[in-house]
């Protein structure tokens, strides 16, 4: 059976006992027992056991950017729904708010003494928990925005990264030769020492963009 094996931050590659084409598409079984119909791209390593490794991509185009999709929508429906049990608290917590708006004492040994004070605790535990509704309304809010974010990022588990990191590449390449002769100027003293940093890293990406898409 053909699964997932981890390749790269990011990446999963499939392991196969057998050998396959480019552009053959192949069945990839998940740890959990699903299974997802994939199209093979590049033979990318081989192990002792005579397993072949693939760059796969999914054949209903699920990916990456894809998951951070309904990541963020899935958030952003938690987000709707605790706001609404907010709103319904607090509305609720609203009883009897005539009686409390003339902030009559409770009287002590009548027999409204009971229904007095259940009514302030029911409407107090109904604030508590508008209040932790809202907070959790605004815990997703904000990791739905992250996950929106997310969603236009493009990484070494894509065949557009190649393309990417070329142009990363290449940018990274003018500014660190910019800085050298005096074109840009450096900000602090290790501008230099970080470009040169995230040029390697560009070039270290799109190495591995090749090795797995073109």
Avoid at 71 to 98: L, P
Avoid at 113 to 126: D, F, G, P, S, T
Wanted: charged share 35%; glycine share 4%.
């Amino acid at each position: 059976m053909n699964t997932y094996s981890k390749f790269a931050p990011n990446v999963f590659v499939a392991k196969c006992p057998e050998m396959h084409e480019k552009g053959e598409t192949i069945i990839l079984e998940t740890k959990y027992g699903k299974e997802h119909e994939c199209i093979v791209f590049n033979l990318v390593a081989r192990d002792r056991e005579s397993n072949f490794y693939y760059s796969i991509v999914r054949s209903d185009g699920f990916n990456a950017q894809e998951f951070a999709k309904k990541k963020a929508e899935r958030y952003q429906n938690w987000a709707v729904n605790s706001e609404n049990k907010s709103t319904k608290y607090w509305e609720a917590s609203k009883e009897g708010k005539d009686f409390l708006a003339l902030a009559e004492p409770i009287k002590i040994g009548h027999h409204s003494e009971k229904r007095h004070r259940a009514l302030i605790e029911r409407n107090h535990n109904r604030m508590g928990k508008c209040v932790e509704e809202s907070k959790k309304a605004e815990q997703h809010e904000s990791k739905a925005e992250y996950w929106e974010a997310k969603a236009n990022d493009i990484n070494l588990s894509m065949p557009e990264s190649v393309e990417f990191y070329e142009y990363k590449t290449e940018a990274s390449k003018e500014y660190h030769e910019g800085l050298k002769s005096g074109k840009y100027e450096r900000s602090h003293s290790f501008s230099l020492t970080y470009a040169k940093k995230a040029l390697n890293e560009a070039e270290k990406n799109l190495e591995m963009a090749n090795k797995l898409w073109s």
